[in-house]
């Protein structure tokens, strides 16, 4: 197995075996850059069989239709005669309810919100890609080393159960199971015990200690906020993900603690009288400069109106350079001066090596080294293929598709094949709509 790995992928040398069940083998690889992987492959008992690689070229097609910064990533996918390989990110760390047992106490409600946030964000995406797990449990939920969450095992059966988020007798079909399965997470981390071990007639009777109990910091627009994510009754809960995450972001705490706000408190006619005497300084100073240029009898001096002008320059480039950041994830090219990144493409049925360069703004033989391949010929549908693109551009607010095209400087017919939607009528403004909502990510080809 390790020859076949290292045979198709010479880039890759396997360290060593990281798990084995029914289906498939797990190996940790180390690419020529250093980054670690995982290396996904049929076990030898089911090699060859024809219903198993047909199911991983679709589990892999799928998974090219989910790229989202909170799932594992898949770097790249090999489909032959009698085998597959995907290799994906190594997640390092460990599934919530491991790290939850090693703090050894309840994480700030900063931390636990930031990680909600992003557990939030994945669950929208994924419900909107019909793709929504039917259960949360702690071995989908992984921390990572550095304290990023990664949501696992979405489509992938091999991924062990762990202990669920919400009742076994309550199913997730309506958007409030969500948020109360979410608000559970929530309840694991600021009080560092898992709400399902408290028992689960707690749960539906709505009878969980308040998260003061075990943290008595917590504070009290914390724990209302979180009392109705965990409501039993899905008709007081927060209607939706979405709702849920304005009620944490207007939650978020101060930075202070309870003894810096009754330091504040105490010294606030002290803090007053230095801002007085602070003020009154500035004018005096400001004064004394406009004197000092009056002496010398210049009626205009263009310093000041010069120093404003760079002032406002500097600020709004630092925000042009804030939103590039926001919306592009972007990587080194190989070659060239244009900056790219890779992108898995889906081939799709009928789809010619020729079409899918094309689509992208690269030429074949570019295509046919990147992927290390010989020839297109027997290039297979559901085929997960590496191209190259200029960036990942997610829509913002009153964002047009005009606007995108001009901001990168291509034509809407450019933007539209580089999204597979070409048979788009631009002129129908339902139609664009639908297809450029805020949120969605678009692909950004390469100059040609």
Not at 152 to 168: C, N, Q, V
């Amino acid at each position: 197995m390790i020859q076949a790995i290292e045979q198709f992928f010479p880039q890759y040398k396997v360290e060593s075996l990281l798990k084995e069940d029914d289906y498939f083998v797990y190996h940790l690889a180390r690419h020529s850059s250093g980054r670690l992987a995982m290396i996904q492959s049929i076990a030898p008992a089911y090699q060859g069989k024809s219903a198993v690689i047909e199911r991983i070229r679709q589990y892999a097609g799928t998974v090219n239709e989910l790229q989202h910064p909170v799932l594992p990533l898949l770097y790249d996918c090999l489909i032959t005669e009698d085998n597959a390989f995907l290799i994906w990110e190594y997640l390092d760390g460990q599934n919530i309810e491991h790290y939850m047992q090693q703090q050894k106490q309840a994480l700030s409600e900063r931390k636990a919100q930031r990680l909600v946030l992003s557990l939030i964000s994945v669950l929208d995406f994924l419900i909107q890609k019909g793709e929504a797990p039917p259960r949360l449990d702690t071995e989908m939920i992984w921390i990572t080393s550095d304290e990023r969450i990664k949501l696992r095992g979405i489509i992938d059966e091999s991924t062990p159960k762990g202990t669920p988020y919400h009742p076994s007798r309550e199913q997730l079909h309506a958007p409030q199971d969500y948020v109360q399965a979410v608000g559970l997470v929530w309840y694991h981390l600021i009080t560092g015990k898992h709400p399902l071990r408290l028992g689960e007639e707690h749960i539906l009777k709505g009878s969980l200690p308040p998260a003061g109990k075990f943290y008595p910091g917590v504070f009290d627009h914390i724990e209302n906020c979180l009392a109705k994510a965990i409501h039993p009754n899905p008709a007081k809960r927060y209607k939706d993900l979405q709702e849920l995450q304005q009620a944490i972001l207007s939650a978020r705490i101060q930075a202070m603690t309870p003894e810096e706000y009754s330091f504040v408190e105490l010294n606030a006619p002290l803090i007053l009288l230095i801002f007085i005497t602070l003020l009154t300084g500035l004018a005096l100073w400001r004064g004394s400069r406009r004197d000092l240029h009056s002496a010398t009898r210049v009626a205009y001096y263009p310093q000041d109106t010069l120093a404003w002008k760079e002032f406002k320059e500097r600020q709004q480039f630092i925000k042009e350079q804030k939103a590039a950041t926001d919306s592009l994830f972007l990587l080194p090219q190989e070659e060239g001066t244009d900056i790219t990144r890779d992108y898995l493409h889906k081939v799709s049925r009928g789809e010619t090596l020729t079409d899918i360069a094309e689509r992208y703004n690269m030429t074949t033989e570019h295509l046919l080294r990147i992927n290390n391949l010989a020839s297109g010929d027997n290039i297979q549908s559901g085929v997960g293929l590496k191209v190259k693109v200029r960036a990942i551009h997610k829509i913002n607010l009153n964002e047009s598709p005009q606007s995108i095209a001009k901001k990168y400087n291509l034509s809407m017919a450019e933007l539209l094949k580089a999204n597979g939607l070409s048979g788009i009528d631009t002129n129908d403004r339902k139609a664009l709509e639908k297809v450029f909502y805020p949120g969605r990510e678009l692909i950004i080809p390469i100059s040609r």
